[in-house]
């Protein structure tokens, strides 16, 4: 399987900062990644496909990069909404793996 | 409006078995894979196996948690997917979500919990 290592594991930002969360894949899969955003008690919602790709509906303050092994995920100007826990997901390999989360809160 | 409903889930004792249902609607549910994700009370997001449509084959892929215990069929005709969970664990326990494969329609999952 592949694994799919994300960092940092939470994460206290200040309302209007920028936030970088970072995802590494055990192996290359080109640009096979999604990035969700959960809130609690919620499903997740899709935030980014194809590693860079802005889901429909999203707002443009998040953002995402990278391809081979090593990912960005980021958002320019942090809200109060933002607070959740983000996900990547690899889906090159038939066997998709998931991230181990990032929960994001406000400072 | 692209809906996916779960149901089914409740308490179970180990080395039981359940079947969880995902009803689809607003899409053509025939020409989509569907996931299944699980998340265990108070951690991530687990893959757990998903279904092509019956133009890919129709077949099955597994996360190895579960692979020999779960079953992911599909029926077409009524627009739901199953999870058929046999011989079931205690860590098995999470909320189980289905999603369209490509991950951009969820529903809103369904609580199993196992214990005696």
């Known amino acids: 399987d592949i694994q799919m290592t994300q960092s940092p594991s939470s994460l206290s930002a200040s309302v209007g900062d920028r936030v970088t969360i970072t995802c590494q894949a055990s192996?290359?899969?080109?640009?096979?990644l999604n990035w969700y955003q959960q809130k609690p008690g919620k499903a997740p919602k899709l935030l980014i496909y194809?590693?860079?790709n802005l889901e429909t509906g999203v707002p443009s303050r998040f953002s995402g990069s990278g391809s081979g092994t090593d990912f960005t995920f980021s958002i320019s100007s942090l809200q109060p909404e933002d607070i959740a826990t983000y996900y990547c997901?690899?889906?090159?390999?038939?066997?998709?793996?998931f991230g181990q989360g990032t929960k994001l809160e406000i400072k | 409006e692209v809906q996916l409903v779960e149901s089914g889930g409740g308490l179970v004792q180990p080395g039981r078995s359940l079947r969880l249902s995902c009803a689809a609607s607003?899409?053509?549910?025939?020409?989509?894979?569907i996931s299944w994700v699980r998340q265990a009370p108070g951690k991530g997001l687990e893959w757990v196996g998903f279904?092509?449509?019956?133009?890919?084959?129709?077949?099955?892929e597994y996360a190895a948690s579960v692979n020999g215990r779960f079953t992911i069929s599909r029926d077409d005709s009524k627009s739901i997917a199953y999870l058929q969970m046999n011989s079931l664990k205690t860590e098995d326990t999470a909320v189980y979500y289905c999603?369209?494969?490509?991950?951009?329609?969820w529903g809103q999952g369904t609580l199993v919990t196992v214990s005696s």
């Open positions: 192996q290359d899969i080109s640009n096979y």
């Open positions: 997901q690899q889906y090159d390999d038939l066997l998709r793996t």
């Open positions: 607003g899409f053509t549910f025939s020409d989509y894979a």
């Open positions: 279904i092509r449509s019956k133009a890919y084959t129709g077949t099955a």
């Open positions: 194809d590693a860079s």
């Open positions: 999603t369209l494969e490509a991950g951009d329609y």
